[in-house]
RNA sequence: GCGAGUGUGACUGAGAGGCCAAAAGUGACCGACUCAAGAUCGGUUCUCGCAGGAGUUCGCAGGUUCGAAUCCUGCCACUCGCACCA
């Protein structure tokens, strides 16, 4: 096996490299990996699904492009090779015993270059194994100096053409890194979310103390507020006002675009009893409550007890001591099935004891949602609905009452991978990919409509990802990647940088000669859209490029998994309509699924992967190909299951002695070649039919199982003893071709045996003879075959070993009778249409059975089979005993054929056109 | 929670109103060849049946239809995405 990968391997080495020719192209790409570790199975199939497309067109005469780069932008290798200089044993195990990196090398992994550098040399050293069809020539990573200068220039563009503004944005924020986070980045707390908290200024003597809630419209409602008499809160200058916040508010506001200095701490029990003053609700104490927590927003909040569980409870706890007895609950909303306080009724129903009831979550999202999603201010407060009503509210008062917003986790702890905790910030300066442009999103849309989308239930997914876009912050401050060019402290964030690099591609192997500073935006404008500037250098042969990159572009399939539909693949979209005209626009995309390993998910991190290097090393690489395409379609998830691809490995095998088989083949002619040959066409058809259509596993089912299963038949049906005929012949060379995308490997060396020209990944693939169709002769072998299942089922039913077998065959008034029934219009009254003829109708009773029997035989019969049962106007008893060698053979019986008609049997009456009757003695 | 998708026999997975007890592959079982095999070849693999038949099945519960794995409604379970990240 490693023998025939190893020739083959050589024979390819340059054969993929494709350049502009006479013929039509085919360009396909995949989405480019990120090398930050050894490739897994999953990743195999990614690229070897579209490999075997790659391969299959190119034997339909297409000239095929299959590029492949690195992109190596972006962050994560920088964690990795801090913490491998850290010493930290998860990553240094991770790296050293699963992925198998080499002492010496991991010691350099320190420099995050060597990292991404190790990867892709072993990514391409194992797809180089797989049998990927890449031309390597094109190969660069996305550091590359000429990249770059590609990454300035795209960028300028989308600059001048108004796609990149400047902003402000919440981010989750590690202080100790002094960096945003991401979810990657994250120990804990990674389905935090930052939820937009509107801080309502309640004054007290000269300050403000501002409560943060997420529902301003209920400030009517407003009782009291709640202070945790036990917390130490401080009084802070804010943007040149006094507030009162928690200290843990104080550092946060710190975060959020405030300048924020403490005058000194308030002990929380000195603020109980209080009276506060706001517009929108007049006077209100501060009440005490150890529930108030001072790391959750501004660490004070209102109360509104009409609506909020917690409040009311809180409320009544007090109350339940005797205190406060002159505060009552002011409603403000009103709500279908609920009464007057929503949250009282709420919490009686439930028979809450206390505030401490673990149910009290659960309660308060329910009350929240009946108000938000069904109910209405009272009309006093303006009659809105509650959605309304927030929207309007929050902005009155960020309006006229001097409210701003506080961010803030919806859950907690959030914690960074370095231990800090994690903090929201508002990131200023920030840049941003402004995808929220209504014009941009609707000339994308626009494009995607005329888009071909694999499989199409996606499409879907794409607009409704084009829809809810908003804008993208395109700038980090750390990792690897290209500088912006009109703000250099901000590096180009790493999934914009890989949008339009399928174009990069087409001349990728030319800009490689280049000296960097020679790749002007100039140098761009006229490869990539044909704009001339004059005193352009290198002009011979920029001309060539412009040429190569018109000849390839656009390209017709992208590939790449599901769970980039929402940024990369949609990203892509809007980065060639904001650059690229209209003739230069992506054709199609495919979108694969996920894999598993033994029905468990596939994780780097969990320790749960099988290396694809292994799995080339245990099965070989068209054992591999053929398991990853052929157990299921490419956008389905697929199941790597070691059982599986063994026995995957059993059928290549067969598959390898058939050929060897075919090769001793005789020239002469059996009954059943021109079967074969006939059937033979139409799998031919449809494998092609199914690879046009990215179908590998329907292709694999049509080019491998249903030829083997012919086969059997086939050699069924051969004389005793004899070797195969011509079509065993003819079948060899069709079948190696018809197998070559799957496993390259295998018939690369079968068709040099056969005598096959050339390479066999650049010979003809088959093409269906329509004219070599013989439907009637498959229908005989239908005959036969059924005819035989019927008598095993009778046999098999009746447990005696017979001597004799006879075949009744129908006599004709039935065909007559079945091709009315057949072709009548209203089955329900064909009985009695059929009875009118004189010819039927004189054999009574006999008749009117048979045309019953009809009726079920041709409901039961595949359509495609009584039609040209129809049209055959077979002679039953001919075929039978032609078959009578193979049919005695078959059930070890002698076999007689009669005709019903004439036959004395009893059975012999139950005998129908394509159902013989059928005595077993 | 929101959006998209999926649920078929022991497993993977076709089927998209009558060809359906439901393709193909795998596994399991039986037999053949063999010193032997995870090899190869043949057969069986929902239940019942001494004549090619009948019955019950396609996540669950209803509904439409002469007829539903397939169409409609509701429910349940799983997968992917929900952004600063490759």
Known sequence: MRQLEEAALKQWEHA?????????????????????????????????????????????GRQVLYPMAFHVTGAPVIGISKRIARGDEKAIHLYRDLYRVPEETLKEFTNPLTI?????????????????????????????????????????????????????????????CDNPVGDHDLLEGDKAEILKFVMVMFRWRDSFIPTATLRPETVYGVTNLWVNPTVTYVKVLVDGTTWIVSREAATKLSLQDHAVKEIEEIPGNSLIDQIVHHPLCGDVPVLPATFVDPDMASGIVMSVPAHAP?????????????????????????????????AKDAVEKAGIVDQNDPRMDALTQEVYSAEFSSGKLLEKYGGETVRQARETVGILMTDSYNSSVIYEFDSRPVVCRCGGRVYVKILHDQWFLQYSDPAWKSQVEAHLAEMSLVPPEVRAEFERTIDWLKDWACTRRVGLGTRLPWDPDWLIEPLSDSTIYMAYYTIAHHLKKFNPDDLTPETFEFLFLGKDTPGLKNREELEVMRKEFEYWYPYDYRFSAKDLISNHLTFQLFHHAAIFPKESMPCGMVVFGMGLLEGAKMSSSKGNVFLLEDALEEFGADTVRMFLVGSAEPWQDFDWRNDLVYSTRKQIERFWNTIEETRNAERRTSGVDPWLISRLQQHIQKATEALERFQTRQALQEAFYAIESDLKWYRKRLPDGAAGGFALKELGSIWVRLLAPVIPFTCERLWCEIGGEGLVSFAPWPSADRSRIDPNLELAEELLLRTIEDIESIRKVIQITPSSITICVAPSWKKDVFASVATAPDRNTVIREIMKDEQVRRRGKAAQDAIKQCITLIHRLPPGIVEQYLKAEMNEIEIFDNARDFLERECSAKVHVVDAGESTLAKASAALPFKPAIVIE
């Open 116 to 176: 991404v550098r190790h990867f892709a040399a072993e990514y391409q050293r194992v797809m180089t194994s797989c049998g990927l069809s890449i031309d390597w020539r094109r190969r660069f990573t996305t550091v590359d100096p000429q990249y770059s200068k590609f990454i300035e220039w795209q960028w300028k563009h989308l600059w001048e053409g108004g796609h990149v503004k400047k902003g402000a944005h919440p981010v989750r924020f590690c202080p100790q």
């Open 310 to 342: 917690f409040d009311y409870i809180a409320l009544r706890d007090l109350q339940a001591e005797g205190r406060y007895q002159d505060i009552k609950p002011v409603s403000l909303i009103k709500v279908p099935h609920y009464g007057e306080f929503p």
């Open 16 to 60: 993929f490299e494709a350049d502009p020719a006479a013929k039509e192209k085919f360009y396909l790409t995949v989405a480019y990996p990120y090398p930050s570790g050894a490739m897994h199975v999953g990743h195999g199939r990614t690229y070897i699904a579209p490999d075997v497309i790659a391969r299959f067109w190119r034997m339909r």
